[in-house]
């Protein structure tokens, strides 16, 4: 009889406890999870809840790890170079595994997705102008790290300006300029305009530095100096051979190039500016004239009426 009186009355303690979890602390936590925004669009009710928001979280958490697993897993045989180029395109396609893994959850938790993506079309319309050029960029910078058409290191010419490409992003490319400036290069420009990659084939460019001599000039004893002032120069590679060719007679001079190979073309000018200071001092020292433009003007005198 005591048995079953303690029996009865373990029986009661443990509903009761049940009773006051399920009331108390499990009710709580359902109104905690509750907690949220709720409206609606036309007859259809709209909440989001602190439980959505919870959920979302563990979406990312989820996602991220196994992005993060993917990424290792591909990469660890790639090269630093193509590792680097491999990560700026995973953050793109990460960004839209988020936004579709966000539309997942919500539209499994209950929340009618297309209503919410009706109400916002406005919004998706006026940012999807406002982030074009982004976009742009974007596309632009998969493409160079795709088909290769720059590396670090690379030096280019746009809008005029030489630099050294130092680093190469998703959405821009950075370059260091010859006056030790860094320009920032949105990459729609790789698409859009055309750019001179002085490096992309080999590490060598051929250059010229221009002169003109007065009429009556030894033009063999010219070759001569022209040659002997690129050959005498550091940075000018002795294979291929520098050469000299008579460009033109022009209107107040003997046109004359001479074209050599270096293999730093971000140097160019340096180079370009002690060949010139030689040839100077050379056809100073045979007499040899750089002349300047000329125009004869002839007067004519009227006879008075």
């Known amino acids: 009889m005591i048995q079953e009186d303690v029996k009865e009355t373990v029986k009661e303690g443990a509903e009761k406890v049940k009773d006051v979890i399920e009331e ?55 090269d630093l170079e193509n590792e680097l180029k491999f990560k700026s395109i995973f953050k793109f396609i990460r960004y839209i595994v988020y936004v579709i893994v966000v539309v997942i959850t919500l539209s499994a938790s209950g929340i009618d997705v297309t209503v919410l993506l009706t109400a916002s079309a406005a919004l998706f319309v006026g940012l999807g102008l406002a982030l074009q050029d982004l976009f742009t960029d974007i596309i632009g910078g998969i493409f160079i790290m795709v088909d290769k058409s720059l590396s670090v290191g690379d030096v280019i010419e746009i809008d005029g300006k030489v630099g050294r490409v130092f680093e190469i992003k998703l959405r821009t490319t950075r370059a260091l300029t010859r006056d030790d400036k860094v320009i920032i290069i949105p990459n729609h420009h790789f698409i859009n305009e055309i750019v001179y990659n002085y490096t992309q084939n080999h590490k060598t460019t051929r250059e010229t530095v221009k002169v003109g001599v007065a009429y009556g000039s030894d033009t063999q004893l010219v070759r001569k100096i022209l040659l002997d002032c690129a050959n005498k120069q550091n940075g000018v590679l002795k294979t291929p051979k520098p050469t ?61 009426k």
């Open 24 to 78: 108390n602390v499990w009710g709580t936590i359902q109104d905690f999870l509750n907690l949220g925004i709720h409206f609606k669009t036309g007859n259809t009710p709209i909440d989001f809840t602190v439980g959505h928001l919870l959920l979302v979280i563990l979406a990312f958490i989820v996602a991220t790890a196994a992005l993060r697993l993917i990424r290792s897993f591909i990469t660890r045989n790639m």
């Open 244 to 304: 000299v060719l008579f460009e033109d007679f022009g209107d107040s001079s003997l046109n004359f190039g001479v074209y050599f190979f270096i293999n730093d073309s971000f140097s160019d000018p340096r180079i370009k500016s002690e060949i010139r200071f030689r040839i100077d001092e050379e056809f100073r020292k045979n007499n040899i004239t750089i002349p300047f433009p000329q125009r004869d003007v002839h007067f004519y005198p009227t006879e008075n």
